[in-house]
């Protein structure tokens, strides 16, 4: 698609927070948030024309390698919000992308993203073959006050859960959707904590794909006001996961 006349480098929209989002005490899931900052993610690259189905004219999709989130509140079922977002770096395969979710003129949270270019026909990485130069770049714009991170994976943890891949995990590059994997972990935690907003940010690192059929084993440990888990396929992660308490 060509690039929209709409189109600027720092993107906002608005959404209506619905009844379906939403846990049992009425605030936004966590897992619903995700889906809503790349949602926006995803309306930005299609008015610059590097959407998915720009890019599978090369046989090419986005996938999410790295995210750090931080949350100060959440809103609850019938809020308006707006989600900002902008890109901080785009080299090669590989593009570096912020957010920021307000209700009003106060931020709620922030999230710093790590994306690749994947080749959905080899199943590797490579450079975009779309052009971006369009897209300002704001390498000190950065909305998170950490960086993402590459995720310990030695610490002691204990398996939780088990679980086969299935349709409805799937997306549509045919793999386990990314959202899936913090909704299998946030399964296996006392859900108390969550609705009592007491989850000030979390990291996720995505490292293999995982496709329809695959076993996977749900780790799980913990270290002072942080749970963390693994997700692993044959003994391989191919997920991480840090959960920061207040």
């Known amino acids: 698609m060509p690039i929209s006349p ?3 480098s720092i993107f906002s929209q608005d959404w209506e927070i619905n009844f379906l989002q939403c ?9 619903e948030l995700c889906n809503l900052l790349q949602l926006t993610a995803g309306a930005h690259a299609e008015l610059g024309g590097i959407s998915y189905i720009d890019m599978q004219t090369r046989d090419q999709a986005w996938v999410l390698s790295r995210i750090r989130l931080e949350i100060d509140s959440l809103p609850k079922w019938g809020d308006t919000i707006t989600i900002k977002t902008w890109i901080v770096d785009l080299q090669g395969s590989r593009s570096v992308r912020a957010l920021e979710m307000y209700l009003g003129n106060k931020k709620l949270a922030s999230a710093l993203t790590y994306w690749a270019v994947l080749n959905t026909k080899l199943r590797k990485s490579e450079a975009l073959a779309l052009p971006h130069e369009h897209f300002e770049k704001y390498s000190e714009l950065v ?3 950490e960086s993402f991170k590459k995720i310990e994976l030695s610490r002691p943890s204990e398996e939780v859960n088990s679980r086969k891949v299935v349709l ?3 997306d549509i590059v045919f793999h386990a959707n990314n959202v899936k994997y913090l909704e299998w972990c946030l399964d296996n935690i006392d859900y108390k904590p ?3 907003q007491q989850l000030k940010s979390f990291d996720m690192n995505y490292l293999r794909e995982l496709m329809a059929g695959d076993e996977v084993s749900i780790l799980k440990g913990s270290d002072n006001n942080q749970t963390y888990f693994t997700i692993q396929k044959a003994g391989k992660p191919s997920f991480a996961l840090e959960l920061n308490w207040k």
């Open 6 to 8: 709409q189109f600027t």
């Open 23 to 31: 846990t049992p005490n009425g605030l936004l899931k966590h897992t």
């Open 143 to 145: 909305p998170t006050q």
């Open 168 to 170: 409805s995990d799937l």
């Open 194 to 196: 969550l609705l009592r």
